[in-house]
T-cell receptor, first 115, second 116 residues
């Protein structure tokens, strides 16, 4: 069964450093998403991406964040200058969004620790 | 803006028993989807069940079923014959149907523990 994959599973970085989180969505899906979950809290939407551009972003997704689909398979989230409060689990998701199918399928997540 | 509320931070159930997790939501949309996701200790988000708002029939997936009350904006999850592997955090989520690729809005989660 096709699945969303994410790398790395755990990333440790120092405050102020740039990080890139990588995702490979399910191959026939058209919409891609990033979510964040701070430990012990609910899952929060960051951004959605369709047709090579951002379709929606939340107030969390400020200028420190950017997304890119550098090739036909990868979808990346870049945090330019990490802060301590960026420590969280980051989930990539994808959806087909054909009629009758609105499920979003999640990857296993990348745990980002900012020290 | 949509909101999703799960008022039970923690619940526990004995193995083989039935448990119901509650979820309410608020929206001005008429067409939307509701989901329950399971997050075990591995923190993977696993889709459990979905419900289309235009369908009156409650969704069922094996031991999992929902009680969808559109007028009351309520969407509870019933787990029958609970198993130890059901121990996880459960999140209720909402997405509007009218706009493709819309965000999921999640509730705060309910930590379910199945006791042997």
């Amino acid at each position: 069964e096709p699945e969303v994959t994410q790398t790395p599973s755990h990333q440790v970085t120092q405050m102020g450093q740039e990080v890139i989180l990588r995702c490979v969505p399910i191959s026939n899906h058209l919409y891609f998403y990033w979510y964040r979950q701070i430990l012990g809290q609910k899952v929060e939407f960051l951004v959605s991406f369709y047709n090579n551009e951002i379709s929606e972003k939340s107030e969390i997704f400020d200028d420190q964040f950017s997304v890119e689909r550098p090739d036909g398979s990868n979808f990346t989230l870049k945090i330019r200058s990490t802060k301590l409060e960026d420590s969280a689990m980051y989930f990539c998701a994808s959806s087909e969004v054909s009629r009758g199918s609105y499920e979003q399928y999640f990857g296993p997540g990348t745990r980002l620790t900012v020290t | 803006a949509q909101t999703v509320t799960q008022s039970q931070p923690e619940m526990s159930v004995q193995e083989a028993e039935t448990v119901t997790l509650s979820c309410t939501y608020d929206t001005s949309e008429n067409n939307y989807y509701l989901f329950w996701y399971k997050q075990p200790p591995s923190r993977q988000m696993i889709l459990v069940i979905r419900q289309e708002a235009y369908k009156q029939q409650n969704a069922t997936e094996n031991r999992f079923s929902v009680n969808f009350q559109k007028a009351a904006k309520s969407f509870s999850l019933k787990i029958s014959d609970s198993q130890l592997g059901d121990t996880a955090m459960y999140f209720c989520a909402f997405t509007p149907q009218e706009t493709s690729g819309s965000r999921l809005t999640f509730g705060e989660g309910t930590q379910l523990t199945v006791n042997p």
